[in-house]
């Protein structure tokens, strides 16, 4: 079946640095890739994606590209924010289905 | 403005209290699932619905119940609540097709303790 491994975290910051949120993935096909981002007290939002192989997503200035032959789709920024400082989720989506698979989290906190 | 709602936010109640929590969305979207979300663990489906009256299993089904009557409504019912049920749970919407890239919209949650 579909599986979707995070870096285990969490992972804490100062403002500036540079992030970067492993996530590798197993799966059939060509599945759609996300990333999530859940700030405290909220639900998901997708924060980017990609649907096929080569494909950068970007927002915010994260981006992640999807690795078709690593089967990887790392998250990276520049440099983080305080505001930055939330649980992030990858996930896969078939590209028949509709379900999605979510890695574990990950939980970054950005200090000032 | 395009939302999932769910209600309640947060719910205490005791063992085998059936209880509902209710999802709706006003995209018509088709896609409907439910996630409860647990630490080290992530998000893990619990049921999904296809459209209206179409409804299957996700990983963890078992305690809980589903319906889809309306296209914008898919509740969620426990019918005999267990400590083990306590969770933060999350309902989900999208369109389908799209060779899988269309996003699932989230509501914000209900936390649930079951004592």
């Known amino acids: 079946g579909n599986s979707v491994t995070q870096m285990e975290g969490p992972v804490t910051l100062s403002e500036e640095a540079f992030l970067t949120i492993n996530c590798t993935y197993t799966?059939?096909?060509?599945?759609?890739l996300f990333w999530y981002v859940q700030y405290p007290g909220e639900g998901l939002q997708l924060l980017l994606k990609?649907?096929?192989?080569?494909d950068k997503g970007s927002n915010k200035g994260f981006e992640a590209t999807y690795r078709k032959e690593t089967t990887s789709f790392h998250l990276e920024k520049g440099s983080v924010q305080v505001s930055d400082s939330a649980v992030y989720f990858c996930?896969?989506?078939?590209?028949?289905?509709?379900?999605?698979?979510f890695g574990e989290g990950t939980q970054l906190t950005v200090n000032p | 403005e395009a939302q999932v709602t769910q209600n309640p936010r947060y719910l205490i109640t005791v063992t085998g209290k059936k209880l509902t929590v209710t999802c709706s969305q006003n995209?018509?979207?088709?896609?409907m699932s439910w996630y409860r979300q647990d630490p080290g663990l992530g998000l893990r489906q619990i049921y999904y619905?296809?459209?209206?009256?179409?409804?299957d299993k996700g990983d963890v089904p078992e305690g809980y119940k589903v319906s889809r009557k309306e296209k914008r409504n898919f509740p969620l019912i426990l019918e005999s609540p267990s400590p083990n049920q306590t969770s933060l749970y999350f309902c989900?919407?999208?369109?389908?097709?799209?060779?899988?890239?269309?996003?699932?919209?989230f509501g914000p949650g209900t936390r649930l303790t079951v004592t």
């Open positions: 989900a919407s999208s369109r389908t097709g799209g060779l899988g890239s269309y996003e699932q919209y």
């Open positions: 799966a059939t096909g060509y599945p759609s």
């Open positions: 990609a649907t096929k192989a080569d």
């Open positions: 996930a896969l989506r078939e590209t028949s289905g509709s379900r999605l698979t």
């Open positions: 995209m018509n979207h088709e896609y």
């Open positions: 619905s296809m459209n209206v009256e179409v409804t």
